[in-house]
């Protein structure tokens, strides 16, 4: 007998839109006769084997709008990594809930998370449809155009660099700036729309793609200070050298790991410092500045794409669409159609488990060092409206009078 109940959780890091996505399914699931509840998982998976539920039913639609425009994980999320055994749990818990159709909101390891929940439902026979809705600030599912989350930071990467370009350009020296991004450098690429002018930073990007050679960036930063009297860096978290060994593990004495075992990018200041000294030791240059934008990228208020607010809003009613009318579970994806249109599908949980998108050839320049204008093609409709500009005085010059 159908229970009509439904559970929905979010994972891994926060975003500025995740809460769209999540008040997309609950509001668009209560329209439905056959719903009866809807449940929310408090830090996803790990709130699911322990059976923290909030009974999101109860929710007024306004309270839920304002949540829905609020930025990182309302339900709170989890860095767990669920292996089968864990898989196994989650799918106990649902089963003794009674629960009908499971939506988890995240990239790429939520995504295998749903899976190898589907196939436990699959063997035991169990009526449970489940949904994987799209998440991730790094942009890296595969076969989506993009991926809500991203255009947000993306938004604030380029507002930031914009500022610091106009901070380096008032008192010049070299400035170097780590953004997230592992594998993929969607996001530190997104810096390159800071630019206005000709002159404008940042003047060199370093992205994941490619391989980092210590040797020849330092050469490249030489090279744009004697050109321009500054630079402006944006460089990824997951910067590595021609063996696949990340640059931080490279130049620092200790390292920090993360829950799955992998050295600790972000959330750390090292690589920014030690690039930062390899400049000054190694060019001599005095003024060199360093940042990490770490956790700032992902939740930032004020600094949130339309475009993103409105598309997270759609994956969640979508997947509800997809679960209750439609005989399959899926991952919904965003496709891009004409100048700029979205449209929205249901992609096989195989297709998109676990696999990694990383930036096409045709975005990055032949050098490696720049992106190209099919990348900012490609990213400046998801930025969204309203991004402020900056401006130069025209400078007319005075004759200098004193003998």
């Not at 390292?255 to 050295?263: I, P, T």
């Given at each position: ?168 350009a008032a008192l010049p020296g070299v400035y170097v700036g780590v953004v997230m991004g592992r594998h993929a450098g969607f996001l530190t690429a997104a810096s390159a729309m800071a630019r206005k002018f000709p002159d404008d930073g940042p003047h060199l990007i370093y992205l994941p793609e490619r391989t980092f050679v210590l040797e020849r960036f330092l050469t490249d930063v030489k090279a ?84 993103d607010q409105r598309e997270a809003r759609e994956v969640g009613e979508k997947a509800v669409q997809f679960a209750l009318w439609g005989n399959s579970d899926g991952s919904v994806a965003i496709q891009r159609s004409g100048a700029y249109a979205v449209d929205y599908k249901l992609l096989a949980l195989d297709a998109v488990a676990g696999k990694t998108r990383v930036m096409e050839d045709e ?41």
């Amino acid at each position: 007998m159908a229970s009509g109940k439904i559970l929905v959780a979010q994972g891994g890091g926060p975003t500025a839109v995740i809460n769209q996505s999540m008040v997309g399914v609950v509001l668009e699931a209560r329209r439905h006769r056959k719903v009866e509840l809807v449940y929310g998982a408090r830090h996803g998976v790990k709130g699911i084997v322990n059976e923290d539920f909030v009974d999101l039913t109860q929710e007024t639609s306004q309270n839920l709008e304002l949540v829905a425009a609020t930025p990182s994980s309302a339900l709170g999320s989890t860095r767990d990594k669920p292996d089968a055994k864990y898989c196994i749990e989650i799918f106990k818990v649902l089963q003794s809930h009674d629960i009908e159709h499971f939506f988890y909101i995240g990239g790429n390891d939520s995504s295998d998370t749903v899976r190898i929940v589907s196939l436990e439902a699959q063997k035991a026979g169990y009526p449970l449809r489940c949904m994987h809705i799209p998440k991730t600030i790094d942009n890296d599912l595969v076969h989506n155009d993009h991926t809500p989350g991203f255009p947000s930071a993306a938004r604030f990467v380029a507002q930031a660099f914009a500022g610091v370009n106009l901070d380096n350009a008032a008192l010049p020296g070299v400035y170097v700036g780590v953004v997230m991004g592992r594998h993929a450098g969607f996001l530190t690429a997104a810096s390159a729309m800071a630019r206005k002018f000709p002159d404008d930073g940042p003047h060199l990007i370093y992205l994941p793609e490619r391989t980092f050679v210590l040797e020849r960036f330092l050469t490249d930063v030489k090279a744009t200070y004697a050109r321009y009297g500054r630079c402006v860096v944006a460089v990824s978290e997951g910067i590595h050298d021609a063996a696949g060994t990340p640059i931080l593990s490279r130049l620092a004495k200790e390292l920090e790991h993360d829950a799955h075992g992998n050295v600790q990018l972000s959330g750390t200041g090292a690589l920014a410092d030690l690039l930062c000294e390899e400049i000054k030791a190694k060019l001599g240059i005095k003024r060199v500045r360093g940042d990490t934008f770490g956790y700032l990228q992902r939740s930032f208020m004020g600094c949130v794409s339309d475009v993103d607010q409105r598309e997270a809003r759609e994956v969640g009613e979508k997947a509800v669409q997809f679960a209750l009318w439609g005989n399959s579970d899926g991952s919904v994806a965003i496709q891009r159609s004409g100048a700029y249109a979205v449209d929205y599908k249901l992609l096989a949980l195989d297709a998109v488990a676990g696999k990694t998108r990383v930036m096409e050839d045709e975005f990055i320049t032949g050098n490696g060092t720049d992106v190209t204008d099919a990348f900012r093609l490609y990213l400046r409709p998801l930025l969204g409206a309203g991004l402020p500009e900056a401006f130069r005085l025209r400078g007319a010059p005075v004759a200098k009078l004193k003998k």
